[in-house]
């Protein structure tokens, strides 16, 4: 069965440190999907990114860079200058195919990180 | 273009009653699926619909039901509330076709309270 693990609860930095959210998969289907979510204190998720398994080009966008590595299942977070409006719980989530991709339409999250970024 | 809707935003019930919750997907999304997030349990996966149809069920009692109009709009509802029923219930659309994949949009939520 899929699991996502997020395994730091909480994290602090101050403001214009740098901070990567962790997050390791486990999977069977060979064809699957990770994201990033962000949900503030409003409680609506934000998406951020996806990714999916047969593409392991990292990205940078603005603040936010992603490392996605097939060999240790896991799909780091990093937003570089951290500001205190990044304040938030982020999710890490795995869509498998399923069957003939019918089980994209189920995400499987993980615990969350609480991040607070103090001025 | 008007995000996911959810009515209402708060509830609050008293144990043994039911409730219905209401989502309203982006316009010409097909894909509407559903989650409880709790602080215990985190955000798990109740179901989702496509086309008036259950695609994906998640481990849930079947006191939590669902289903999807031919407007795509969907309803769920829990029969018998308990109070472990307490939770944020939230919504995402997508506009994926019944074997892709695309993104989901999540709305607001509603928070059910169970008393």
Redesign the interface.
């Known amino acids: 069965a899929q699991k996502v693990t997020q395994a730091q609860t909480e994290i602090s930095v101050v403001e214009k440190e740098d901070v990567t959210l962790d997050c390791v998969y486990e999977t069977r289907d060979t064809t699957y999907y990770l994201f990033w979510y962000k949900q503030p204190p409003s409680g609506e998720l934000v998406f951020l990114i996806r990714r999916n398994s047969f593409d392991e080009q990292n990205e940078i966008s603005g603040r936010y860079s992603w490392n996605f590595q097939k060999s240790t299942s896991s799909f780091n977070f990093t937003i570089t200058a951290s500001q205190v409006v990044d304040s938030a719980v982020y999710f890490c989530a795995l869509s498998e195919a399923g069957a003939g991709g019918t089980s994209y339409g189920k995400l499987t999250f993980g615990q969350g990180t609480i991040l607070t970024v103090h001025p | 273009k008007a995000g996911v809707t959810q009515t209402p935003r708060y509830l609050i019930k008293t144990r043994g009653q039911q409730v219905t919750l209401s989502c309203s997907p982006i316009s010409g999304h097909r ?1 509407v ?1 559903w ?1 409880q997030q709790t602080p215990g349990q ?4 109740l179901f ?1 619909y ?1 086309s008036e149809t259950q ?2 069920k ?1 481990n849930f009692p079947g006191r939590f039901s669902g289903r999807q109009f031919s407007n795509s709009r969907s309803e769920m509802n829990v029969s018998t509330l308990e109070l472990g029923d307490s939770a ?1 219930y ?1 919504c ?1 659309s ?1 506009p ?1 076709g ?12 509603t ?1 059910l309270t169970v008393l």
């Open positions: 894909s699926s989650y985190g955000l798990q996966f989702e496509f695609r994906n998640g944020l939230l995402a997508s994926r019944p074997f892709s994949y695309n993104e989901q949009f999540f709305g607001p939520g928070r």
